[in-house]
């Protein structure tokens, strides 16, 4: 299966994963789309919380961000699918 139909299939998870999960996967999609972080870190709890996770994949490529984002989803999908 490929990224983008990856991403439909996480969006679509029946149960919430928690904060920590949602994060991993926020971090590695900002990073396949935007690349490296590129704006200031919010003041708001939540989005230094998200800039926190894409801020953890920097430097990752593109196909990297992919193929990690794909494993996360393998690994989770059995949890909350």
């Not at 999609?29 to 998200?50: F, L, R």
Request: aromatic letters at 14%; hydrophobic letters at 35%; proline letters at 5%.
């Amino acid at each position: 299966m490929d990224f983008d139909a990856i991403c439909e299939k996480s969006k679509a998870f029946s149960h919430k994963p928690p904060t920590e999960v949602y994060l991993e996967f926020y971090g590695l999609y900002k990073q396949v789309h935007n690349g490296d972080v590129d704006i200031e870190k919010p003041a708001d709890a939540e989005g230094a919380a998200k800039y926190e996770a894409w801020l953890s994949r920097k430097g990752l490529s593109t196909d990297a961000a992919k193929a990690a984002y794909i494993a996360l989803y393998e690994k989770y999908a059995p949890i909350y699918t």
